[in-house]
């Protein structure tokens, strides 16, 4: 992770990601907050465990800076985000007040990275 933010302000924090692809375009994700703060330990302080967010990733970095765009027009501001690696743009979208959960958005997806460790092993 580099080029963090949270709320506005740089910002450095860590997690354990896991993905699931349980049918192409479908995946799901579970995520433990480390260090820092984050909006995901704001979540579990304030909601406990559950859906946090769901991603609507888009395949080029453009689509992802439209998709962006569009929603902070329509009154959604961006809480988090950063860079994965070279090529992965992620970002969490405040939808909370209108549908219940965070919207996140991207350049990519890090299902596209070698994982750590792999079940069933390869």
Request: with cysteine.
């Amino acid at each position: 992770l580099h080029d963090q933010h949270l709320h506005g302000a740089p910002a450095s924090y860590s997690m354990i990601g896991a993905e699931c692809e349980v049918q192409p375009g479908l995946v799901f994700e579970l995520i433990q907050p480390l260090e820092g703060d984050s909006i995901y330990k704001e979540h579990l302080d304030r909601y406990g465990e559950g859906v946090q967010h769901i991603a609507m990733m888009q395949h080029s970095q453009g689509e992802s800076d439209d998709f962006k765009a569009r929603f902070q027009a329509a009154g959604f501001p961006m809480t988090m985000g950063g860079r994965i690696g070279e090529t992965i743009e992620f970002y969490y979208l405040d939808t909370m007040p209108a549908v219940h959960f965070v919207t996140e958005g991207g350049s990519g997806h890090a299902i596209d990275l070698k994982p750590v460790r792999q079940y069933p092993p390869a």
